[in-house]
């Protein structure tokens, strides 16, 4: 009897199953063909469990957490589904491994500029590398994760479309992009998805660990549903005579439930500066409490703006709309593709209300206004304390976005709300974005290097905390830098202690500003190279966290020159070496 045949058998229950001529009585007969009836029922039951059922990798690209999180949720639905899935690591597999697979689903971020995650970036190498038609065999779906702020928008994963496709693999739907917000493409990806898959039959996934690791994803505040966290306290990190304002923030998580580890974000929604609300309004000649359609919702034109519009920057596609429906000529020039540096720096440091300024006329229609604007996303700021140490807080370390610009006082909007807006014991909307790359070696023992400038400093304190808290020993190293020493200092203190007791084997700082010369952590890095070297080939994990755009490349070029004087490797070979330690999670990287 075959599966089908016994899937009948068990949905006709009340099929005969014994011989007419049977020797049996009436009674016996109706006993004997229910127990025959639920011996079948159980044989198909465990030949369903054992049956083959489709297999469906989840690989993900990511860097700072969240492909990984939404490829570790669509396993699980494709569990549910009946499907054989697991979320895994891109990174973690070849070219060849991947040949092999008759369907990879893809979720992947870009970071750099256009950059793949650096978990991705060996096999991204590999990817450019391969020639012919060796993927051909298999069917593949990608869904990009990126920003069109970044004039290179989800790059690496439409180059992972690109070259899978030129390789021989077969697109099982359209690649999906997602533009910070990712519900939406999310789901689009997902209701397009399962129609293409051949469907098996549906049947409860069976327990595995994946489904419990995923119960630790599965969260009770979450991006959609956040946290109202309140605020505990607020002090000031940067001294007197300091050109910055940073902030030590603390916000009380007591009977939340919520729980981070050390590497974690938090994911904070900010409220719009009613200053800035107010000069939209007036500018458009909108009437506050005019009623608008906005994410599905009807509400006041003022408290749409207020909670659900990016207005404190601009975004390219803002820029474009407008462009477009003001005919300005200098805009329509900017946005064109070969502009994109000019259209960079006109975008810094401006915001909704210098854009309508220039035609507000067109958006005197309040609907057409909050059309015009992209919907306001949610702040990440790393995580500076541990719940091993501090129990039902989370602490966040913030750099204040402040700038005059056309005689104009300006801030970015989550940074001022924290630092303005919300009165102590009041609340914040907040959830934990996690980065599970972003951790302490499970190994004790392992040393670790810390390299975190400026704001970058936050998960180190964490880590700090938490080993000292769990009396781990094991060597650290700290690189720390800022402006100067008298002011800008971070945890001065704790490090000292940290330093005193043990916790921090040892700590090297860079103030810029100090000095005529700039004196910057890379310059610590390569003046104790051969140290470093030695700490590298005992095993030591690299950490690096803070500014992206100067720091971050500058820090991974004094890697590789370490490499290559103190490892007597060649420049290529140095490069390589670091991109191997990313891709292995020796070398990891929470850069902004
Ligand atoms: C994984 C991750 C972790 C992070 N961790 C931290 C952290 O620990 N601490 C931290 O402080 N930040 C951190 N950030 C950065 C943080 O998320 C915000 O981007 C930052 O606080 C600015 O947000 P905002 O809402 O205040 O400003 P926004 O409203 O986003 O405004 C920023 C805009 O202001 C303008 N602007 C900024 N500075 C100037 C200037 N000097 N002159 C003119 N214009 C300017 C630019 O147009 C810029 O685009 C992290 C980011 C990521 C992705
Ligand atoms: N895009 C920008 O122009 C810009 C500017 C500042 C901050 N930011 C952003 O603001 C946020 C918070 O900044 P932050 O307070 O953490 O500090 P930060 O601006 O990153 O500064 C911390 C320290 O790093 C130094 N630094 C500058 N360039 C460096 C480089 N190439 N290599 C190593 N160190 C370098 C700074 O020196 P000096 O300042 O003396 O050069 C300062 O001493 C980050 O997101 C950062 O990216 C952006
Ligand atoms: C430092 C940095 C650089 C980024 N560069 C790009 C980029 O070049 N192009 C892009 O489309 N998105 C870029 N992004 C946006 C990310 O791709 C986006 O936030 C994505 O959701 C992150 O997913 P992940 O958490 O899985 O890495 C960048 C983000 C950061 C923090």
């Known amino acids: 009897m075959n599966e089908q045949q016994l899937a009948a058998r068990v949905t006709a229950p009340a099929i005969a199953l014994l011989p007419d001529d049977a020797p ?28 083959p ?27 549910s589904r009946g499907f054989d899935s697991q979320a895994q690591a891109l990174g973690a597999l070849s070219l060849e491994q991947i040949a092999k697979l008759e369907h990879a689903l893809i979720i992947a971020s870009t970071h750099g500029e256009g950059e793949p995650p650096d978990t991705a970036s060996v096999f991204a190498m590999q990817l450019e590398a391969a020639q012919g038609t060796p993927l051909a065999g298999m069917k593949y779906a990608v869904l990009a994760l990126g920003d069109r702020n970044y004039s290179s928008f989800c790059q690496f994963g439409r180059r992972l479309d690109e070259r899978f496709d030129s390789l021989g693999a077969k697109r099982l739907i359209d690649r999906v992009e997602a533009d910070n917000a990712v519900d ?81 974000a938090i994911g904070v929604w900010p409220r719009n500066a009613p200053e800035l609300v107010q000069q939209i309004l007036t500018l458009c000649a909108c009437p506050p409490d005019a009623a608008v359609q906005c994410d599905g919702a009807t509400l006041a034109l003022a408290e749409a703006l207020a909670s659900r519009r990016e207005i404190a920057k601009l975004s390219i596609p803002t820029v474009i709309k407008f462009a477009r429906l003001t005919a300005d000529p200098e805009l329509l020039a900017l946005v ?17 209300a210098d854009l309508l300024a220039r035609g507000p006329d067109a958006f005197a229609d309040p609907q057409s206004l909050i ?45 001022t709300d924290v630092a303005d807006r919300i009165g102590v014991g009041e609340t914040i909307p907040v959830y934990v974005h996690r980065n ?56 001065r203190e704790e490090l000292e202690t940290f330093l ?10 860079a103030f810029s500003r100090d000095q005529a010369q700039k004196n910057y952590v890379q310059h610590r890095m390569l003046e104790a190279g051969r140290e470093l070297w030695s700490w590298i080939q005992d095993g030591a994990h690299i950490f690096v966290c803070g500014d992206a755009t100067r ?21 290529a070979a140095a490069q390589l070496e670091l991109r191997i330690f990313g891709a292995s999670g020796r070398y990891v990287r929470d850069v902004y």
Not at 452 to 471: C, E, N, S, V, W
């Open 551 to 571: 720091m971050a490349k500058d820090v991974d070029a004094a890697l590789q020159r370490i490499l290559v004087e103190h490892g007597a490797m060649s420049e």
């Open 53 to 79: 059922r489709l297999r469906l990798p989840v690989l993900y690209a990511s860097q700072t957490g969240s492909a990984e999180s939404l490829a570790r949720k669509l396993a699980k639905e494709a569990r």
């Open 436 to 491: 599970t790359r972003f951790r302490l070696p499970g190994d004790p023992a392992t040393p670790i290097i810390m390299i975190g400038p400026g704001t970058g400093i936050a998960p180190f304190r964490a880590f700090l905390h938490q080993r000292k808290a769990l009396d781990l020993t094991g060597r650290t190293w700290l690189f720390f830098g800022d402006r100067r020493a008298h002011c800008d200092f971070l945890y």
């Open 371 to 415: 059309d015009l604007l992209p919907p306001l996303t949610p702040r990440l700021y790393s995580i500076c304390s541990t719940l091993a140490a501090h129990s039902d807080e989370v602490h966040l370390t913030i750099s204040v976005v402040r700038y005059l610009r056309d005689s104009r006082e300006r801030g970015g909007v989550a940074s």
């Open 24 to 51: 049996f009585s009436p009674d016996q007969r109706a006993w004997l063909n229910g127990f025959f009836a639920g011996l079948l029922t159980q044989l198909a039951r465990q030949t369903a469990a054992v049956a």
């Open 336 to 352: 064109r593709p070969e502009s994109s540096k000019q259209l960079e720096k006109f975008l810094f440091g401006r915001d909704a």
């Open 500 to 509: 005193h007791d043990g916790t921090l084997s040892r700590l090297d700082v």
């Open 184 to 264: 939406e493409p999310f789901k689009q990806f997902r209701e397009r998805l399962w129609p293409r898959l051949q469907h098996p039959a549906p049947m409860a996934a069976p327990q595995t660990q994946a489904d419990e690791d995923d119960d630790g994803t599965k969260e009770v505040w979450t991006r959609q549903r956040p946290y109202p966290a309140p605020l505990r306290s607020r002090q000031r990190l940067s001294g007197p005579g300091s050109d910055k304002e940073v902030r030590h923030i603390v916000l009380s998580l007591s009977g939340s439930n919520l729980r981070y580890e050390p590497g974690d």
